[in-house]
């Protein structure tokens, strides 16, 4: 496990990579990701979020196991509350915001697909994942334009193309 807390925001991201043969892309840099799109929804520190990286089969126990679907999926956000940073607990800890499982065969098959690089892929999906944490739908049309929106613009500041655009291959 790899933690890291970014200095000004007291965000604290612990990454836990147990995707088996696939190694993570070069470049991997969460702890900006996520301190980076806390940063564009307006969300302050400090807080804890969790990111698993994991294989098809986790993916696939967890996906079944909570939106009873029987396929893996890319991204599951698990939202540690109703409010985007709960109080301080008691044992002055950091509250935790949540955790995301990212799925990393599906990151680069779906890197391949869309011919995106792997690590433009994996980086939306911890923006998108770390958005649901503090409380971003895409249920209604209304509220996926308002993320998707949101999502391109944090993509933009960190070094990436828009992923809703259909001009980002070979980002």
């Not at 509350?81 to 955790?99: A, C």
């Not at 391109?152 to 980002?168: A, H, Q, R, V």
Request: aromatic share 4%.
């Amino acid at each position: 496990m790899i933690t890291a807390v970014a200095p000004v925001t007291g965000i604290t991201t612990d990454l836990q990579c147990v995707a088996g043969e696939r190694e993570l892309p070069h470049g991997v840099n969460v702890q900006h990701w996520v301190v980076t799109t806390l940063e564009c929804a307006g969300v302050q520190g400090p807080g804890i979020v969790t990111i698993r990286i994991v294989d098809s089969a986790e993916s696939q126990t967890l996906n079944e196991s909570f939106r009873g679907s029987k396929s893996a999926t890319n991204v599951l956000s698990f939202p540690a509350g109703k409010d985007p940073l709960p109080p301080q607990s008691n044992s002055g800890e950091p509250p935790e915001l949540g955790d995301l499982v990212i799925c990393l065969p599906l990151v680069y098959s779906e890197a391949e697909q869309q011919q995106i690089l792997p690590l433009a892929h994996l980086s939306h999906l911890v923006v998108h994942g770390t958005l649901h944490l503090v409380n971003y739908t895409h249920d209604r049309a209304a509220d996926a334009g308002k993320m998707e929106s949101l999502e391109s613009e944090i993509m933009g500041k960190l070094g990436f193309s828009d992923p809703y655009s259909p001009d980002n291959a070979n980002d």
